[in-house]
Nanobody, 124 residues
Framework: QVQLAESGGGVVQAGGSLRLSCAAS????????MAWFRQAPGKEREFVAS????????VYTDSVKGRFTISRDNAKNSVLLQMNSLKPEDTAVYYC?????????????????WGQGTQVTVSS
């Protein structure tokens, strides 16, 4: 079992930055592929970014490429999402997810553990 807790959300103006953090506890974290998803009101949960257990492979959805960076620190059992040049359309609840196996990065059901989410609001 892996427990995940997100932090770092908030309200920011368009063009600003936020850094989300996901703290993991429980069974071995370093072997889990990790990802960030987001869900805006009235919309389905959307893939944002993923990172392999070793940190060498990352995947991003097209809309955040060049603006967001996912990273992990296995020694600290954490995964980060640095978000720059934020846009109003980035407004959503952001969720951290962990997979016990080797997931297809963009598919929510392939992740086994989820955090409670943190709200990100970008004002225009």
């Amino acid at each position: 079992q892996v427990q995940l807790a997100e932090s770092g959300g908030g309200v920011v103006q368009a063009g600003g930055s936020l850094r989300l953090s996901c703290a993991a506890s429980g069974r071995t974290f370093s072997r889990n592929a990790m990802a960030w998803f987001r869900q805006a009101p009235g919309k389905e949960r959307e893939f944002v970014a993923s990172i392999s257990w070793g940190g060498t492979n990352t995947v991003y959805t097209d809309s955040v490429k060049g603006r967001f960076t996912i990273s992990r620190d296995n020694a600290k059992n954490s995964v980060l999402l640095q978000m720059n040049s934020l846009k109003p359309e980035d407004t959503a609840v952001y969720y951290c997810a962990a997979a016990a196996g080797s997931p297809t990065p963009r598919i929510p059901v392939q992740y086994d553990y989820w955090g409670q989410g943190t709200q990100v609001t970008v004002s225009s």
